[in-house]
């Protein structure tokens, strides 16, 4: 049996791929694809959509979660996530809202920057499985992808990043995403500290007033999620999982 992969770390990257990833970063925060250049649901409009629901129950102005159905079809069309609508049947959006309802206070006890990436990791698993209908009889009782995006934007102030089957397969991490999960977390850590000096230096784009202002300041200004979703971007184009439109169109 040949050994296994050592899964790969995310190097300093380069100063042209940190410009390229902020490029595409404000496209898509003002609805742009940086793909296509045609117009999409933008990050803005994704980030209020989702943090909204959760920051009303965490502050007590609503007794439950819940996301609109229109976000979340939005979000696996611009989150490369359109062959889940194969198994949509599989999917239950009001349990996985129930194991938010019932989990995030328990999550955010302590400082979000405090929480440990082993807590973190086994949270977007476990948010992955909830996903998954507890009435349906599959193999496949994980969509760590998907629960990762949807947290990425619900709760925007937790250090998460985006998980995506090309990047753990380029990362050279475990086949099953709810095993790969935890190197995933601890990979992307590592390369937002080894990367922060660059990434600091990246002013957030503005804000169109589609989202709530305290969500904006708290997350684009004074908190990290901007360095995160960039990153996010630079890591893909580092690893060519990506092909932007060239030339992309004007920075926005």
């Not at 380069?14 to 999409?40: M, V």
């Not at 996301?67 to 069309?77: C, Q």
């Not at 999917?91 to 807590?119: G, V």
């Not at 089957?165 to 937002?192: C, H, K, M, T």
Request: hydrophobic letters at 40%; aromatic letters at 10%; a positive charge.
């Amino acid at each position: 049996m040949p050994p296994a992969r050592q899964p790969l770390k995310i190097p300093r990257l380069s100063q042209n791929i940190i410009d390229r990833a902020e490029h595409c970063a404000r496209l898509i925060w003002f609805g742009t694809s940086y793909l296509t250049a045609k117009p999409q649901t933008s990050d803005e409009f994704l980030l209020q959509e989702f943090s909204r629901p959760v920051k009303d129950f965490l502050t007590g102005q609503t007794n439950s979660i819940t996301f609109s159905s229109g976000a979340l079809h939005d979000l696996m069309v611009v989150g490369g996530l359109k062959a889940l609508f194969r198994t949509q049947h599989q999917l239950d959006f009001r349990q996985f809202e129930t194991f938010l309802e019932k989990n995030l206070f328990n999550l955010l006890k302590s400082s979000s920057s405090s929480i440990p990436n082993l807590e973190l990791s086994e949270f977007v698993k476990n948010s992955g499985k909830a996903l998954v209908s507890a009435k349906v009889n599959t193999n496949a009782g994980y969509r760590v992808a998907l629960a990762s995006r949807i947290l990425f934007f619900a709760i925007p102030q937790v250090k998460l990043f985006n998980f995506s089957q090309d990047l753990s397969d380029a990362l050279q991490l475990q086949s099953r995403p709810q095993v790969a999960i935890y190197n995933f977390q601890e990979i992307f850590d590592a390369g937002l500290r080894s990367n922060r000096s660059r990434l600091n230096k990246i002013t957030p784009p503005a804000s169109s007033r589609t989202i709530c202002e305290s969500v904006y300041d708290e997350n684009l200004v004074n908190g990290d999620w901007w360095q995160r979703r960039v990153l996010d971007l630079a890591v893909k184009l580092h690893f060519n999982t990506v092909t932007p439109i060239n030339p992309l169109p004007p920075k926005p």
